[in-house]
């Protein structure tokens, strides 16, 4: 139960976009839809902001979005926010029937 | 309103033992999964584990054969048996209800793992 690959730190401008990735493996990532995305703030509980993958629930901004290519998905904030800034973190089911979780990226909105 | 409130965190030495409980309301208890997942101070989230609506359960690596979870839906409410508690275990830990992802979470409770 390896832990799926984040980039530790991102950052950008309001209004810009950017990209974090989660790599896992065949066994993960790559080989079911059950990716999700977490945002968490300072002091409180995560929140999902993509689930299975692609999917925004009700209330999340279109402003996140999710996708998958092989072995990687990727979470993409368009027109960032300073509201943006928290750490996110990716989680994958696994073939083992557990989950595992990225180590998590920490977003800064300069 | 769905709400999760966990209790029964606090101080333990290692190779003891702590029973989490996470008491749930606002919702149809017996027909969802439960998790558990941990974040130790300034670090990452760890699922922990999880139990099915019909009673399946999974557990991390790191926690299976200390570890147990259990549901009682009489009583809405999902439990953690922790022994043999190491310093590693220290963290805060979270109730999650599943849906399409952990939608809901409780707002913890702290397990200190020292002697």
């Known amino acids: 139960q390896s832990a799926l690959t984040q980039p530790a730190s991102v950052s950008g401008s309001p209004g810009q976009s950017i990209t974090i990735s989660c790599t896992g493996t065949?066994?993960?990532?790559?080989?079911?839809?059950?990716v999700f995305w977490y945002q968490q703030h300072p002091g409180k509980a995560p929140k999902v902001i993509i689930y299975?993958?692609?999917n925004r629930p009700s209330g999340i901004s279109t402003r996140f979005s999710g996708s998958k290519s092989g072995n990687t998905a990727s979470l993409t904030i368009s027109g960032l926010q300073a509201e943006d800034e928290a750490d996110y973190y990716c989680?994958?089911?696994?073939?083992?029937?557990?989950?595992?979780f990225g180590g998590g990226t920490k977003l800064t909105v300069l | 309103e769905v709400q999760l409130v966990e209790s029964g965190g606090g101080l333990v030495q290692p190779g003891g033992s702590l029973r989490l409980s996470c008491a749930a309301s606002?919702?149809?208890?017996?027909?969802?999964?439960m998790h558990w997942v941990r974040q130790a101070s300034g670090k990452g989230l760890e699922w922990v584990s999880g139990?099915?609506?019909?009673?399946?359960?999974s557990y991390a690596d790191s926690v299976k054969g200390r570890f147990t979870i259990s549901r009682e839906n009489a009583k809405n409410s999902v439990y953690l048996q922790m022994n043999s508690l190491r310093v590693g275990d220290t963290a805060m830990y979270y109730c999650?209800?599943?849906?399409?992802?952990?939608?809901?979470w409780g707002q913890g409770t702290l397990i200190t793992v020292s002697s």
């Open positions: 989680t994958s089911y696994t073939s083992s029937s557990t989950w595992v």
């Open positions: 065949s066994s993960d990532v790559g080989g079911y839809n059950y």
């Open positions: 299975e993958v692609s």
């Open positions: 606002g919702f149809t208890f017996s027909g969802y999964d």
């Open positions: 139990i099915g609506a019909a009673g399946d359960t």
């Open positions: 999650a209800r599943a849906t399409s992802g952990w939608d809901y």
